[in-house]
């Protein structure tokens, strides 16, 4: 919450740092990452922040952190995970917090120019 909180008005707790607090990445913590509207202009040091806008559908609040969605969070560490390493967080989510392939593909569809689609449904075992 403090890294989403130093960030600003529109940061929303994201990637593997969301990933940790779902539970799909195990161990230590990672460094916070942050996703915030691509007009703040706001840099933290320790704090990693990714610039994008954000659909409001593709944002919640989990135990009062604004943060992004599972399916978002997945789209968004796509191009960084590796296609097992995807498969099994897509796998995670869906035991733990229900997130189905409807949902990402719903999520794939606000968000069409991202990259990492092919890889993500290729994870979810689509075409």
């Given at each position: 919450?403090?890294?989403?909180?130093?960030?600003?008005?529109?940061?929303?707790?994201?990637?593997?740092?969301?990933?940790?607090?779902l539970?799909?990445?195990?161990?230590?913590?990672?460094a916070?990452?942050v996703?915030?509207?691509?007009a703040?202009?706001?840099?933290?040091?320790?704090?990693r922040?990714?610039?994008?806008?954000?659909?409001?559908?593709?944002?919640?609040t989990l135990?009062?952190?604004?943060?992004?969605?599972?399916?978002?969070m997945?789209?968004?560490?796509?191009p960084r995970?590796t296609?097992?390493r995807?498969?099994?967080?897509?796998?995670?989510?869906?035991?733990?917090?229900?997130t189905?392939?409807?949902?990402?593909?719903?999520?794939?569809?606000?968000?069409?120019r991202?990259?990492?689609?092919a890889?993500?449904?290729?994870?979810?075992?689509?075409?």
């Open positions: 919450m403090s890294a989403v909180l130093a960030a600003g008005a529109t940061a929303h707790l994201s990637h593997r740092a969301l990933g940790h607090l539970g799909a990445f195990r161990g230590a913590p990672p916070p990452e996703t915030i509207d691509v703040s202009a706001r840099a933290r040091p320790g704090i922040i990714h610039r994008s806008a954000l659909h409001h559908l593709d944002t919640s135990d009062g952190i604004p943060v992004t969605t599972a399916p978002r997945l789209l968004d560490l796509a995970l296609p097992e995807l498969a099994r967080v897509c796998h995670e989510l869906w035991v733990l917090h229900g189905t392939p409807a949902m990402i593909e719903a999520c794939i569809a606000r968000n069409p991202k990259p990492g689609i890889k993500l449904r290729r994870a979810l075992g689509s075409p």
